[in-house]
Structures are given as structure tokens and as C-alpha cells.
């Protein structure tokens, strides 16, 4: 590849939506690139659309009956192995049991514990359907050791339906040395580099790039709140109380018009100009390799989504329903 000096939009578009300098469990792992071939690479993943890892907490368990209903759960009431650090393998009902009764006796000695001090932190790890099972299995054993390591234990367990292998960890609130397991957001920045990092070093195509850089506006939805909406969507349900709201405040006059669109334009249009100056600059090169980087990356400008606010896409869905009715 040539030299490859990231174009200030390009830069702004890959910047962490939290200050990763405020991580406070883990050291921050998001630093400048220092080589040209490392930039390049990183435009490239984006460009095709590399698959985004999720790095999602899921809840919090608050005394050893409600860990060990949790642990239940992700073993599959014992039919599943929990492994921890050092290849530690629990099996069975009975050791998942023992090893919840452990962690709530160690939180019970804590020294000035509240009694609503949590026992363990819920994640889960998982990529988009398709990926190997033992790949992300790999990844995830990589991505706990690196993180936890001997400061918090840990439990986790694959789940393979076929579909959509993903990994539940379970990681102690105590950790050994006393310390309070309190991820800020700019952790879970820097978990979903590092979940993505391992997963490219076992040969899977992962990123962990910021939505603004794939086109996207809107947060993902809450998980209670997509499955209720999938549920009426399919017709086995009401419409959810948010979501009718929602479309309330999107169908009212002006409804969805803040400034905060026009930030939102602004910061799209500077991304695209700067991958168009990239991918021009690209294809005056004599290499062959950035000359079809060049043509990957103009491909990845034509098909960029424009970016839809919330407010947007439930007007534009309303409309099409409206227009659905009057042609039957």
C-alpha cells in the first residue's frame, strides 16, 4: 500500500463516540496509528463492511441466588461447561452451584459491602450470524484473559444454536484485590476493540467502528423493546407503549426537525468528501493493491446509507403503510 495519511473526516468518523482515556478497568488500547500500513487496513475494513462486534452488558446479578439462577441459565442447568481463566472447566448443576455460593460468600465478607452491592456483571459477546462457533469461542477466551485476567474472576459459556453462536461471560464485582468492577462507557469502548482485535487475529473480519462511520444515525433499540415490536409486527402483539409515543412525536408538525439534523448532515457530507478525496488519491497510484482500494472504497461511497433519525424512519414507515392502504 502507499502512504496512507487518514483524511480529517475519515479520522472524525472513526473517533469513539466517549473519551477512551476515561476507561476505568481497562487501559486504553485506541491509539493513533503509527504506520501507514495500519490506516489503510482500517479503511479497508470499513469499506467492506467488515462485520460489528457486540460487546453488550446484559444485566447484574444482586446475591447468590440470583447468580446461580443466572449461571443455570447460561450452562443450560449444567449441560454446558462454564469455563473460566487457565482453562478452568465447571460442569454439572452441582460445581455451578458451588461456584455461586463461593462468589456471594466472598462478596459477604467485603468490607463496608452495601447490602444492594451487585455479586457479578452479565456480558455478552457476539458477531453477525456466520461466524464460526470455535472461532468466536477462541476470541471471547482471548478477549476475557486480556481484560479480567487474575484481577476479576470469570465464568463464560458458548452458545451454538446454529444460527447465532454468541457467549455469555459472567465476571466477579469483587475482584481480588478488593477492587469494584464498575465499567464506565469508555470501557465498553475499549472491550469492543479488543473483542474485535481478537477476532481478526483468528482470521475473522471484525470492527468496532462508531455508527457515523457506517452511515448510521439511530441507536440500536433497547432489547425488550425490539422484541415487543417484533412481536407486533408479526401480529402476536400489541403495539408497545414506546413505540406509539414515538410515532406521536414523529407525526406532529415539525416533529423530528431539531438542529440536531443539520449536525447530523454536516458530519455525513464531511465523511464522504474525505473517502472521495482518499479513493482519488488512491487511484492515481501505481500500485495495483491501492488502485483497487481506491475502487472499494467509491463503491462503498455510492452505497452508504444516508443517515435516518428515529423520527425520520417512522415518518417514511407511516407514509408507506398510508400509501399501502389507498392502493388496495
Known amino acids: 500500500m502507499s502512504d496512507f495519511v487518514p483524511p480529517r473526516g475519515f479520522e472524525e468518523a472513526l473517533r469513539p463516540p466517549v473519551d477512551v482515556r476515561r476507561a476505568r478497568i481497562t487501559p486504553s488500547i485506541l491509539r493513533p496509528s503509527r504506520g501507514t500500513g495500519e490506516a489503510s487496513a482500517r479503511l479497508a475494513q470499513v469499506a467492506r463492511r467488515a462485520p460489528e462486534v457486540m460487546v453488550k452488558i446484559t444485566g447484574r446479578t444482586r446475591d447468590g441466588g440470583h447468580l446461580q439462577r443466572h449461571l443455570d441459565y447460561i450452562s443450560r442447568n449444567g449441560a454446558l461447561p462454564l469455563e473460566g481463566p487457565d482453562g478452568e472447566r465447571l460442569k ?51 478477549f476475557a484473559a486480556d481484560v479480567f485476567g487474575d484481577r476479576f474472576p470469570y465464568v463464560f459459556a458458548l452458545h451454538d444454536e446454529g ?45 468496532a467502528t462508531p455508527r ?3 452511515g448510521v444515525a439511530r441507536k440500536a433499540e433497547r432489547t425488550p423493546v425490539r422484541k415487543m415490536c417484533e412481536r407486533f409486527v408479526a401480529g402476536k402483539g400489541a403495539l408497545p407503549k414506546v413505540l406509539a409515543a414515538a410515532y406521536r ?49 467509491e463503491r462503498f461511497v455510492r452505497e452508504r446509507p444516508v ?22
Open 92 to 142: 454439572g448443576r452441582s460445581e455451578v452451584r458451588e461456584l455461586a455460593h463461593d462468589w456471594a460468600e466472598e462478596l459477604a465478607t467485603e468490607p463496608g459491602r452495601r447490602r444492594d452491592a451487585p455479586v457479578s456483571l452479565s456480558i455478552v459477546l457476539s458477531m453477525p450470524a456466520g461466524t464460526e462457533a470455535f472461532r468466536l469461542h477462541d476470541a471471547a477466551q482471548a
Open 163 to 207: 444460527r447465532h453462536p454468541h457467549v455469555h461471560l459472567t465476571v466477579r464485582m469483587l475482584g481480588r484485590d478488593g477492587e469494584r468492577l464498575n465499567p464506565r462507557k469508555a470501557d465498553l469502548q475499549t472491550w469492543r476493540e479488543g473483542f474485535a482485535r481478537a477476532l481478526r487475529d483468528r482470521s475473522v473480519e471484525a470492527e
Open 212 to 214: 457515523r462511520a457506517r
Open 249 to 297: 412525536e414523529a407525526l406532529k408538525a415539525g416533529g423530528g426537525n431539531g438542529p440536531w439534523l443539520a449536525k447530523i448532515r454536516a458530519r455525513e457530507l464531511a465523511v464522504r468528501r474525505a473517502l472521495v478525496a482518499e479513493a482519488l488519491r488512491l487511484g492515481r497510484s501505481e500500485r495495483a493493491e491501492d488502485r483497487a482500494l481506491a475502487a472499494l472504497v
Open 307 to 328: 443517515p435516518e433519525t428515529r423520527d425520520q424512519a417512522l415518518r417514511r414507515t407511516a407514509a408507506e403503510r398510508d400509501r399501502s392502504g389507498r392502493t388496495r
